[in-house]
């Protein structure tokens, strides 16, 4: 599913995963949580886990985008009974590490990954396989179980 316009009323994502890909611009933030929010309300989960999945997916789209300097971000969410793995990935040709940062009080930003990291049960990154393309793709579990059994989207 491509979503190019800043709207949630197509979106039609009944099986347990949802795919979807946005332009690397700062607008699809605001698009991905909103996508998140609407998927995870269709699937009936908590207004918690909601509101973590919703955080969670608008720091990883703003590192994408901000870091990885590709054109287009894909994000996935895929929900089983109280849990929510997200994936984002992007696709620039860059490889810097994706690790927590601590910004230091002046600095405006450097908080993303530690904001992730204390919502999620699990999270981490891995670069793209050479025959899917370039890119990064970065993961979070939010929810209850969240460690166990979570493979590869």
Do not use: K
């Not at 793709?137 to 209850?144: D, I, K, L, M, N």
Request: glycine residues 14%; aromatic residues 4%.
């Amino acid at each position: 599913m491509t979503i190019a316009a800043p709207r949630t009323a197509g979106l039609t994502c009944p099986a347990a995963t949802c795919v979807f890909d946005l332009p690397a611009e700062g607008p699809s933030v605001g698009v991905a949580r909103r996508m998140v929010r609407a998927y995870l309300r269709a699937h009936r989960h908590g207004d918690d886990v909601l509101e973590s999945a919703s955080l969670v997916i608008s720091e990883l789209v703003t590192n994408a985008i901000r870091h990885a300097r590709g054109v287009r971000v894909t994000c996935s969410i895929q929900t089983r009974a109280r849990a929510v793995r997200i994936e984002v990935g992007d696709d620039g040709v860059t490889e810097p590490p994706v690790r927590v940062r601590h910004g230091g009080v002046d600095e405006p930003g450097g908080r993303g990954l530690l904001l992730v990291d204390a919502l999620s049960e699990d999270w981490g990154a891995f670069r793209r396989e050479a025959d899917e393309g370039p890119g990064t793709v970065v993961w979070a579990v939010v929810g209850a179980g969240g460690r166990d059994g979570w493979g590869r989207l």
